[in-house]
């Protein structure tokens, strides 16, 4: 298991504020689908789907691993984030680029989607230049470092690609939207979200869930799938113009992840954290099936409705699902390094357990587990929109309860054990 340097752990204030943001962001969805209703679940090219889907991809997701990789990098990697305190202007510049995107969607109005774009690239990119010197410096590590270089490497892509679609709804340049979209998803989805999923759970798996430790070589194999899986997909959808080539492609190595992430808990030698393993197999369950609706809506084996619930339990459902246990882990994490810095020595600290009771995550479980049945329904069923709506407040709004409790009952017990007598 690798070894955690929390010498070089930053203040936990740091990673914090994203992770926070996260779950507003899945409250910000449901109000979304409150006020749009049946608009929201329209078509893939409605303003409003665009919308909600990138306040679950960049707001929720975004968020989430970003915040993340500001603690995994210098703890787990053993590469220093440069950044520093900048991470706050970028954090803000980040979420008012969304705020910005979503309202020039929603209006319309074309001038904020030009502004949006630049405050909503730069985060991104400062992250991928930071970070990618250190992951590719010779050392130890070697297939995680290289993991999160992908993912990284194909945030930018993503970034620019997305900058490119902007300026063509703008007319700032006349490109092929379809083409360009598809590129976009495929490379975010698949190159960023699941390949920095992939990589930071070969360590947090065994660590968090009990799981068997994920070779290196098989790590490094799928990393390099997602790559050729990639530009493939790339060549086969501009050459062919058809999105089978690409969906096949993508699919492969994402249900091949999602593969693994069902079977390495099912066999874990050691179980522990049933809430955590709960969250990552059901979040896997309906990405498996998102991927597996995703090559044959392309193929028009099945309706564009499908198209959307393949989006809606993929992008509204799994990935946040997923994402949303590990984070009230890190959360836990992050509280009990500012108790044990907090306290003096011989005071015994409590354990991420007693910060975050299984009861709690539970509870959010449970909220997750109602927008998992809902979300889906308003799709098929646009009339249960507002029940969708009242889903995503419930599971997102417990996300962030627990995170809160967990890092105000942290304060409490230090404040508690520093009280002079």
Same mark, same amino acid.
Request: aromatic content about 6%; overall charge positive; proline content about 3%.
């Given at each position: 298991m690798t070894a955690l340097d929390l010498a070089q752990a930053p203040p936990p204030a740091r990673p914090l504020r994203w992770l926070l943001s996260a779950p507003l962001w899945g409250l910000a969805a449901g109000v979304g689908v409150l006020v749009l209703g049946d608009e929201a679940f329209t078509s893939r090219w409605a303003p409003q789907t665009v919308a909600l889907v990138h306040a679950f991809t960049l707001g929720v997701l975004g968020n989430a691993m970003l915040g993340s990789l500001l603690q995994f990098l210098p703890v787990a990697a053993g590469v220093p984030?440069? #950044? !520093?305190?900048?991470?706050?202007? =970028?954090?803000?510049? @980040?979420?008012?680029?969304?705020?910005l995107f979503v309202t020039g969607l929603l209006l319309p109005a074309p001038a904020l989607l030009g502004l949006a774009a630049l405050l909503l690239a730069a985060p991104p990119l400062a992250f991928a230049t930071a970070a990618l010197p250190g992951l590719l410096r010779r050392g130890a590590l070697r297939a995680l470092r290289g993991g999160i270089a992908l993912s990284l490497l194909a945030l930018a892509v993503t970034v620019c690609l997305g900058g490119l679609l902007v300026a063509t709804l703008r007319g700032d340049l006349a490109l092929a939207l379809v083409p360009l979209a598809d590129l976009h998803a495929a490379t975010g989805v698949l190159g960023w979200v699941l390949g920095l999923m992939a990589a930071?759970?070969?360590?947090?798996?065994?660590? @968090? !869930?009990?799981?068997?430790?994920?070779?290196?070589?098989? #790590?490094l194999v799928w990393c390099t799938a997602v790559g050729v899986a990639l530009i493939a997909?790339?060549? =086969?959808?501009?050459?062919?113009?058809? !999105?089978?080539? =690409?969906?096949?492609?993508?699919?492969?190595p994402a249900l091949a992840f999602v593969a693994v992430s069902l079977g390495l808990p099912a066999r874990a030698p050691r179980r522990r954290n049933p809430a955590l393993v709960a969250f990552w197999r059901c979040g896997t369950l309906a990405t498996g099936a998102a991927c597996a609706l995703a090559p044959l809506v392309a193929a028009d084996l099945l309706p564009p409705a499908a198209g959307l619930l393949a989006g809606a339990l993929g992008l509204g459902v799994g990935l946040p699902m997923m994402l949303s246990g590990m984070l009230l882990e890190i959360v836990a994490f992050l509280a009990w390094l500012e108790v044990r810095a907090a306290c003096p020595r011989g005071v015994r600290v409590p354990g991420t357990a007693q910060l975050l009771p299984d009861r709690w995550k539970a509870a959010a479980l449970g909220a997750h587990l109602m927008c998992a049945v809902a979300l889906p329904a308003a799709v098929l069923w646009p009339r249960a929109a507002p029940a969708a709506g009242l889903a995503l407040l419930a599971a997102h709004g417990a996300t962030l309860a627990c995170a809160l409790r967990c890092a105000r009952h942290a304060r409490r017990f230090a404040r508690t054990a520093i009280r002079p007598l």
């Open positions: 984030m440069p #950044l !520093q305190r900048s991470t706050a202007w =970028l954090h803000v510049a @980040f979420n008012a680029g969304l705020v930071v759970g070969s360590v947090v798996l065994p660590m @968090f !869930q009990g799981t068997t430790t994920i070779a290196s070589r098989w #790590l997909g790339a060549v =086969l959808r501009m050459a062919l113009d058809t !999105q089978v080539g =690409l969906a096949v492609a993508a699919a492969s």
